[in-house]
Structures are given as structure tokens and as C-alpha cells.
């Protein structure tokens, strides 16, 4: 190892102040009420800030308060909620606080559901849904639903780059499959918010631009709820989606336990052409292929977390993930028409290929955190290990003709391929308060080891290896980061700062190719944001933010995966990471209003583009690193509610991209490719019941080009809509949605430039339609959504005791 870590680093700047409160829930007996509910909403705009459930002696306690003027609701089954406006200064106790009995309410418990909220920070946007109107379906559906996020073909972007998935503030290391299956079985109810990151404090890994860090709910009523749900979707093949959910809670044991079996048969049609060159710069041949995928897949995923509160000052969370997908198989069916130039006939040839897939991935995460004084000061300590396994096995079989269709010749070959991959992260975090300071530091180490191997057998006559194409390649990263951040609050600033070190190690061996690849780099990441609040409704931050990319681990296997003879994707062991810089303005006005203007510059960026080899007619497509790619952006969005019943957000983006390639095919010069986009948004959902049990989305986006390396895509406008019906008094919830409406979600990928002149469209099954149920059981009644914000509470029919 080059370097030794690391630096510790103490940055002497401030944060809000912390407080520790107590207090205890009182019948008019002066008995303490057993496990009472308390919730928080942070004033003047009522966002949900922290709840807890007292002791059995009705005794609350909150840690780490921040100061400020917050409504309290106190609330249990058989009285009436209570609410009181407090301002909150120092560590105090808040006394006893008195509730009536209502006997009714034990008869018939009147659920609510609240509005979403968005509480918006220096470095983040926060999507409040616990309990509210957008907690229906799972949270994949939640993702697409939440301001400044939005999915493309599995990959959910941020402000024009993809963003990195994190549960609890915990990463997931999932492909984009493995991810899509965990979000829809995943159920929306058991989301408390998502943060949508956009200048991630130094705690965060360095890795990505932006993040997505989805916090479940740890739940505020005690007991057992469950519940179980089915799904049937309906495009050119049926799928079907069925799991359960279960939720247990006591005064120290919180438990979420969740599994689900997802059996598909899926299609994708895929439309792709290339024209090839003559050395002169004239036209040689133009080849036509159309492709068609057919896979079946059955997936099983299982997730749990498990939250232990030890003591008042101890507590462990434990949480893991086990998704399985045996036995998938994908059969290929493609067919390539060659048309030379100035003929009127077409040779081609014929490309039968057929899959074999297994794979088996998981995590484990545990967690202890220990609270060190009255002060709020916490040590948290993280481990966790993830694993993936997987191998395939392609068969692929050529026929070729010529111009009168006559058979000219036959080529097949097998391959055989697996990679093992193992995470292991370590994690110390140590929190305090230093006066009006709040310092966040800690240290992690993370490896990363994976073995993968192909081997490639000529089939045509026999069975020969073929040690070309062939290869066991070992890779090995570690990383050692050590960080610190602070933030501060004064009365019209606040500052967040904070510098993450990571010192990278990294091998490479490529046996086939006799090739080890070494990197050893120490680099820093600072980030900072500075916000002004200007007056009661606008605010304005300034931020900075260093990141890197790190190349992912299938692109650096060097192997081939084929499509045909002639087109095929190479890994690339000679990647390095790519690093960015970016700088943003945004104006806030009553966290309604959100403006964002930002330039983002990207060297060596990584990204795969497609090279094709006008001497031998192949397509190679390969991950390489680009020059450069920069990105200047104004974006838009509001997000409210136009009357009781409708609420809307509304996003928008205008933005230039521009990008330089070597070309290696084109006589190793560089090239600039460019483009000017806008994005447009629109999410609607509209109850069309007074009791609020139907309700129906709408949801349309439009983006005119996007870049991707030298391919620009662009022109695509999905849509949906879907309807939400609660039935049997809440106990079960029924869905229907249409997506895709007008087709027009996918359009073609094109890359045009020099002697390279190529295109796809990949057309997968967007437009689909979908029926779910789930039906609840055990105490669901006494879920979250029996509390509702202060500003709600004039529409429900409880009785209230007002502020």
C-alpha cells in the first residue's frame, strides 16, 4: 500500500443546537398511560420531525432535540389526541400531559392520511410520505413519484445523472435488476421518507454525483400488523408478483420481516442498424437486425430489519436481504439483412441464441449505536458483508445466406462464464455537539474481491477451447476513508463543510491476457453548502461538491458478450475512475418553489460507446473513459396541493451535455458530442371519494435528448395512469394501472460521427396493465396513519383538544 491512512481531522465550525427531552402521558387518574404515542411536527409548516412511544409508566423521552418552536401530539387507543404548541430551548422536562378517555374511538378507529410534506435543506430534498396519500403500492412506484427523481430503463436519475441507491443510509450493491425487484416488493407503507441527496455530506461514500437514501419506517404502535398481496401484470407476456409482510413492536423490540416470489415472462424487441465505410470515406454496406427476447425468470427475495433498544443508551439494528433467480433462461432470436452498397439484394445471416442464468445475492448489516452523554454525543459502530454469485451459459448458433438466399455457411460457440463477488465494510461514526457546533467523524474500510471466469468453446466441428476468448480474471479493490463534517445554524445562515479522504488500492489480473492492472491513489472530496435565509418565505445556497466514479466490476472482466458473430460488448481491465466537480445555485421560496441552477464537469467520465471496425465490420461496444463530459442545468419544480382533493408536482430541466471521445476506429482523433435538453414532469393524484378510499394518478414526462457517451437518446414521453381503492373499511386496497399509455416511453439510440454511423431502439414491455391487492391483518388499524399533522386535524371527525 502507497499510503498510509489516515489524517484525523477536526474542522471547528457550528451546527444547530441539541437538547434532551422527557415527559410523561397522563390519564385524568393521574395513571401513567402505557406506551403512548408522541409525535413532533417541526413549526411554522408542520413537517413530521421525530415520535416516540412512552414506557410502560407513560414515561417519554426524546434524545438529540433540536431546538425550536414544534407542535406535540400525544395520542393512544381509547382517548382523545392532545396537542400542544412548545418551544423548545434547553434540556428540560416537559411535565405530564393529560388525555380524556373516549370510548368510542375503541369501537371504530378513524384512520387519516396526511399530506405528503417536503422539507428542503441545504444539501437535500426531504419527501416526507409516511402515512400519507402517496403510502399506497411499493416503493418503486414511491421512487418514480418523488420530486427530482426519475427512471430510465432500470437506472434512477438525479438531476441528469444516475443516482446511488441507499436504504437506511445504508448502500445497496445491486445491479439495476436485483434493485427493481427489491423496490416492488417493498411496500410503500413501510417508507418514513426519501432524500433525494444532491451534495452528500462527507459521511457518504465518494462514489456518485448524487444519492437516493430511502428511510424506512421504525413504526410508533405497538403489536402485531401483517399483510398479504398479489399483483398480475398483463403486457405481451403475464407476470406475476406475491409476497407478505410483517410488522412486530414492543417497548424495546421492533421487527420487519418481508418475502416475495416474482415469476415473469418477458419480452424485448430489439431494432438496430450500422452503416459500415470504405477506407475512402464512401459508403460500403448497410446491415439491418432485428432482434427478438424472450426470458423467463422466478424470482424469490427476502428482507428483514430487526431494531433492538438495549437500554437507554445502547441500541442494535440488524438487517439482511436474500434475492434468488434460478433457473433464468433467455432465448434470442436475431435476424441481420446486408445490404451492399448500390445492390438491390440483401445477404444476411440468422442468429439463434439461447441463456442459461443463476444468481444468488444478499447482505448483512449490523449496526450498535452507543449514547455517550446527556449531550447527545453518539459513537455508532457498522459492519456488512455482501456476496453475489452467478454464472451463465450462452449457446449461439449462426446460419448465413447469400443474395439469393442459398445457405453459405453455419458458426456456433459456447460459452460458459460465473463470478463470485464479496463485500465486506466496516464503519465507526462518532457524533457531538460542541457548543452550538454538531461535528460528525468516523473511519471505513470497505474490500471488494471477485473472481470470474469464462471459457469459450468453438462448436461448429467438436468442441475446442478457445483460449482468445477465454480468461480467469481476479480483481481485488480496498478503500480506507476517513471524514468529517460540521454544520451550523445562525439566525439567517447556515454552513454545512465537511472533507472525505479515500485512499483506493486496486489489482487487476488478467491470466489470459498476462496482464496486471495497479492503482493506488489517495484523493480528497470536500463539500460545501452555505444557505441564506433571506426572509420568511425565500432561501438561497451556494454549494461545491467533489466526487468520483469507480469503474463497476462486470466492466472490467475482460470478456466478450455476443449479440452475434458481428456485434458483441468487451470489458475493459485498463479502466480508471472518473472524477466530478459540481457547483450549484438554488433559491427556495416557501418550500413550494424550487429553482436549481448548476454546471457539473466530469473528467475521464465513464461511459459505453459503441465502436465499430469498418474493416472487418464488427461492432464492439466497451466501457472506456471519455475526455470529459460537462453539463450545464436550470432546473424547476413546485410541488402542492391545488385544492383537497388534487395535488400536483410539476419538474422541469433545461440543460446542455456535452462530451469528448477518442475515437479509436477513426484515426484516434477526439470528438465532441453535445446536445440541449429539456425535461418536463408531471404527477397528479386526485381523490375522487370524500372519504378518501379512491383516488387516481396521473403521471406524464417528456425528454426532447439526453447523452450517453457518443449515443444520444432523446424524444421520449411515458405515461400512466392507475387508480387506488380502499375497501372493507381500510382493511384491504385494490390497484389498477395502466403505464405507457401512447407507447412512446423508448426511443432510439444514435451515434453518428466520422466513419461511425449507428443506431438501436430497444423496445422491452413498458406498456403494460397491472392489477394489485394486498389485504391487511393483526393491529393495522393502529398503524401511523391514525395520527395526522396539526394542519389536517380541522378534517377529521376525532375530537380533538386544540393547541
Not at 137 to 164: C, D, H, R, W
Not at 432 to 446: E, V
Amino acid at each position: 500500500m502507497k499510503y498510509l491512512p489516515f489524517l484525523t481531522f477536526l474542522i471547528v465550525l457550528s451546527t444547530t443546537a441539541q437538547t434532551n427531552l422527557t415527559g410523561t402521558v397522563n390519564s385524568t387518574n393521574k395513571t401513567g398511560i402505557p406506551y403512548a404515542t408522541v409525535v413532533t411536527f417541526k413549526m411554522p409548516d408542520s413537517v413530521f420531525h421525530k415520535a416516540t412511544s412512552a414506557n410502560e409508566k407513560g414515561v417519554f423521552k426524546f434524545n438529540n432535540f433540536e431546538q425550536g418552536t414544534y407542535t406535540f401530539q400525544f395520542s393512544s387507543v381509547g382517548y382523545v389526541p392532545l396537542s400542544r404548541k412548545l418551544n423548545i430551548t434547553t434540556n428540560e422536562s416537559l411535565g405530564e400531559f393529560i388525555l380524556e378517555e373516549d370510548t368510542a374511538q375503541l369501537d371504530a378507529v378513524v384512520l387519516t392520511a396526511a399530506k405528503p410534506t417536503i422539507d428542503k435543506k441545504a444539501d437535500r430534498l426531504v419527501f416526507n410520505v409516511e402515512n400519507t396519500i402517496l403510502s399506497v403500492g411499493n416503493t418503486q412506484n414511491l421512487l418514480k413519484k418523488t420530486p427530482g427523481i426519475f427512471e430510465m430503463e432500470g437506472t434512477y436519475m438525479v438531476q441528469n445523472s444516475p443516482a446511488v441507491i441507499y436504504i437506511n443510509n445504508k448502500r445497496v450493491y445491486l445491479t439495476n435488476e436485483e434493485l427493481d425487484a427489491l423496490l416492488r416488493g417493498y411496500s410503500a407503507d413501510n417508507i418514513k421518507s426519501v432524500e433525494v441527496i444532491t451534495n452528500p455530506p462527507a459521511s457518504y461514500d465518494a462514489e456518485g454525483v448524487a444519492v437516493i437514501n430511502i428511510n424506512t419506517s421504525k413504526g410508533i404502535s405497538l403489536g402485531y400488523k401483517g399483510n398479504v398481496s398479489g399483483k398480475w401484470t398483463q403486457g405481451t407476456f403475464t407476470k406475476y408478483q406475491i409476497g407478505t409482510s410483517h410488522f412486530y413492536k414492543n417497548n424495546w423490540l421492533n421487527v420487519y420481516a418481508n418475502y416475495n416470489y416474482n415469476p415473469r415472462k418477458d419480452f424485448k424487441f430489439d431494432d438496430s442498424q450500422i452503416g459500415f465505410f470504405n477506407p475512402d470515406g464512401s459508403r460500403s454496406e448497410r446491415r439491418f437486425t432485428e432482434l427478438e427476447k424472450i426470458e423467463r425468470s422466478a424470482s424469490h427475495n427476502f428482507n428483514t430489519i430487526v431494531d433492538i433498544t438495549v437500554n437507554e443508551k445502547n441500541s442494535l439494528s440488524f438487517s439482511g436481504n436474500y434475492s434468488s433467480n434460478e433457473n433464468n433462461d433467455a432465448s434470442y432470436q436475431n435476424e441481420t439483412f446486408i445490404l451492399q452498397e448500390g445492390a438491390t439484394t440483401f445477404s444476411g445471416f440468422n442468429t439463434d441464441s439461447d441463456f442459461e442464468k443463476n444468481r444468488t445475492n444478499g447482505f448483512v448489516n449490523a449496526q450498535w449505536q452507543h449514547v455517550l452523554n446527556d449531550k447527545g454525543a453518539t459513537l455508532n459502530l457498522e459492519g456488512n458483508y455482501i456476496f453475489t454469485d452467478s454464472d451463465q451459459v450462452q449457446n449461439l448458433t449462426s446460419t448465413f445466406f447469400d443474395t439469393s438466399q442459398t445457405t453459405t455457411g453455419t458458426n456456433s460457440f459456447l460459452t460458459d462464464a460465473f463470478q463470485e463477488i464479496d463485500i465486506y465494510t466496516a464503519k465507526l461514526d462518532y457524533n457531538t455537539s460542541i457548543g452550538n457546533y454538531q461535528l460528525n467523524t468516523g473511519l471505513k474500510f470497505s474490500n471488494v474481491t471477485s473472481t470470474s471466469s469464462q471459457n469459450f468453446f468453438d462448436t461448429d466441428s467438436g468442441s475446442t477451447l478457445n483460449p482468445a476468448f477465454s480468461d480467469l480474471f481476479l480483481y481485488d479493490e480496498s478503500i480506507y476513508a476517513a471524514y468529517a463534517q460540521i454544520e451550523r445554524n445562525w439566525e439567517k445562515w447556515s454552513l454545512a463543510a465537511g472533507l472525505r479522504a479515500e485512499q483506493t488500492d486496486v489489482e487487476g489480473d488478467s491470466q489470459s491476457l498476462g496482464q496486471v492492472n495497479t492503482q493506488e491513489y489517495l484523493e480528497f472530496f470536500p463539500n460545501l453548502a452555505i444557505t441564506n435565509q433571506a426572509n420568511e418565505n425565500n432561501s438561497y445556497t451556494l454549494s461545491y461538491k467533489r466526487t468520483i466514479d469507480r469503474p463497476r466490476y462486470a466492466d472490467l472482466n475482460p470478456f466478450s458478450s455476443f449479440i452475434n458473430d458481428f456485434n458483441f460488448s468487451t470489458g475493459n481491465p485498463n479502466l480508471q475512475p472518473a472524477f466530478n466537480n459540481k457547483y450549484t445555485i438554488s433559491w427556495n421560496h416557501k418550500n413550494t418553489w424550487f429553482v436549481d441552477a448548476y454546471f457539473l464537469y466530469t473528467k475521464d467520465v465513464l461511459s459505453e460507446v459503441p465502436f465499430q471496425n469498418n474493416s472487418n465490420n464488427q461492432l464492439n461496444s466497451q466501457s472506456i473513459n471519455l475526455n470529459y463530459e460537462l453539463q450545464y442545468s436550470i432546473d424547476a419544480a413546485t410541488y402542492r396541493y391545488i385544492n383537497d382533493s388534487w395535488y400536483t408536482g410539476l419538474s422541469s430541466s433545461l440543460f446542455y451535455m456535452e462530451n469528448e471521445t477518442r475515437a479509436v476506429q477513426s484515426g484516434n482523433v477526439d470528438v465532441k458530442t453535445s446536445t440541449t435538453g429539456l425535461y418536463l414532469s408531471s404527477f397528479n393524484r386526485i381523490n375522487l371519494a370524500d372519504n378518501r378510499t379512491l383516488s387516481m394518478d396521473i403521471e406524464a414526462s417528456y425528454i426532447s435528448s439526453l447523452l450517453f457517451g457518443t449515443y444520444e437518446w432523446g424524444g421520449s414521453f411515458p405515461t400512466s395512469i392507475s387508480f387506488n381503492k380502499s375497501l372493507w373499511n381500510r382493511r384491504a386496497q385494490l390497484t389498477l394501472a395502466v403505464n405507457d399509455i401512447f407507447k412512446t416511453q423508448n426511443q432510439r439510440l444514435t451515434t453518428r460521427y466520422l466513419n461511425q454511423d449507428n443506431y438501436y431502439l430497444a423496445l422491452p414491455e413498458t406498456r403494460t396493465i397491472s392489477v394489485g391487492f394486498t389485504y391487511n391483518f393483526g393491529n393495522f388499524r393502529l398503524e401511523n396513519n391514525e395520527i395526522t399533522t396539526p394542519e389536517e386535524q380541522n378534517r377529521t371527525t376525532k375530537k380533538e383538544v386544540g393547541l
